[in-house]
T-cell receptor, first 116, second 116 residues
Framework: DTEVTQTPKHLVMGMTNKKSLKCEQH?????MYWYKQKAKKPPELMFV???????INESVPSRFSPECPNSSLLNLHLHALQPEDSALYLC???????????????FGPGTRLLVL | AQSVTQPDIHITVSEGASLELRCNYS??????LFWYVQSPGQGLQLLLK??????LVQGIKGFEAEFKRSQSSFNLRKPSVHWSDAAEYFC??????????????FGAGTRLAVHP
């Protein structure tokens, strides 16, 4: 099973709202990722967790707050977002996330976020 | 700097015709190269990857890619395209970042349209 699940599929929120995106995998992977993808653009890395520790933060604004409660779950907490944050948010996972291993990242279907 | 270039933004082929999507990379060490496909509104699905060994890599859905170090290329091919192949195709390189972790650097993508 190489499935990564994400909920919700769609989310509409106002600029004052607080919401969360959820990602789950049961492949035993110890690295999990959040990517942001704007329309007609490639995915851009936001965060990487390896062994439940935040390993990479690509200078993402603090209105995005990731959380990895356990090795299977990854959350992205959203607060005071701007309309330009509207995008497809993709979660991915891989074995451990270390460079040099050539490991594959498996992606979820994404959450389409619209900020009004 | 590490980068991936996909020179063709948009390609249109007839069903049954052959296909080649181009990808060029810039990376100092031995690259780990990937091709992903994304249908509209969906996540990314891995088609194939090059890690080491045989430079001709077979993937899912009848796709193959050839790694040519001398040309810094990793072009994707399919001998006969089906209408269901219409999608966005991303080439990516696995790059080492600080702390020894891994990130994917994506090309801009090639949108494939298939005429019946």
């Amino acid at each position: 099973d190489t499935e990564v699940t994400q909920t919700p599929k769609h989310l509409v929120m106002g600029m004052t709202n607080k919401k969360s995106l959820k990602c789950e995998q049961h492949m035993g992977h110890r690295a999990m990722y959040w990517y942001k993808q704007k329309a007609k653009k490639p995915p851009e890395l936001m965060f990487v967790y390896s062994y439940e520790k935040l390993s990479i933060n690509e200078s993402v604004p603090s209105r995005f707050s990731p959380e990895c409660p356990n090795s299977s779950l990854l959350n992205l907490h959203l607060h005071a977002l701007q309309p330009e944050d509207s995008a497809l948010y993709l979660c991915a996972s891989s074995q451990v996330g270390l460079a040099g291993s050539g490991e594959t990242q498996y992606f979820g279907p994404g959450t389409r976020l619209l900020v009004l | 700097a590490q980068s991936v270039t996909q020179p063709d933004i948009h390609i249109t082929v007839s069903e049954g015709a052959s296909l080649e999507l181009r990808c060029n990379y810039s990376y100092g060490a031995t690259p780990y190269l990937f091709w992903y496909v994304q249908s509209p509104g969906q996540g990314l699905q891995l088609l194939l990857k090059y890690f080491s060994g045989d430079t001709l890599v077979q993937g899912i859905k009848g796709f193959e890619a050839e790694f040519k170090r001398s040309q810094s290329s990793f072009n994707l091919r399919k001998p006969s395209v089906h209408w269901s192949d219409a999608a966005e195709y991303f080439c990516a390189v696995g790059a080492r970042v600080s702390g020894g972790y891994n990130k994917l650097i994506f090309g801009a993508g090639t949108r494939l349209a298939v005429h019946p």
